[in-house]
């Protein structure tokens, strides 16, 4: 569990939102801030280790970062953390224990 004192990045949170039409037939999927919109959390590098215990059990294709905030019930696989201008998109979520204490998300860096 992190502590406080780790949890000093300041991140926002969007998730996917309503498809909007395009206006040729199609649509065009729409981002969304979660509520609250941002908290402060821990940014890790994801480590072996640091996977191997996140995820036993779990087929996890890639991660690049390992995201640990106050428990939030709308962090999903389709949600962006933003830090800075990087963008994390998550592809795993793990609330330890079913407490509703914290959340861990396992992410990958989207570079565009």
């Known amino acids: ?17 309503p498809a909007v039409p395009d206006g040729d037939g199609g649509y065009t999927n ?13 940014i890790k ?7 191997e215990r996140l995820t036993a059990g779990t ?3 890639t991660a690049s ?7 939030h019930p709308g962090v999903n696989t389709q ?3 933003v830090f800075r201008g990087r963008t ?8 330890p224990n079913e407490r509703n204490i914290e959340t861990i998300a ?7």
């Open 1 to 17: 569990m992190a502590t406080r004192g780790q949890k000093r990045h300041l991140v926002s949170l969007y998730t996917l939102g």
């Open 30 to 42: 729409t981002t969304v801030a979660l509520d609250p919109p941002t908290r402060y959390a821990e």
């Open 45 to 51: 590098p994801a480590t072996a280790r640091e996977l």
């Open 59 to 61: 087929v996890l294709a």
């Open 65 to 71: 970062h390992v995201v640990t905030m106050d428990y």
């Open 79 to 81: 949600t962006k953390i």
């Open 88 to 95: 994390l998109s998550v592809t795993g979520v793990s609330n």
């Open 106 to 112: 396992i992410c990958v860096e989207v570079v565009t």
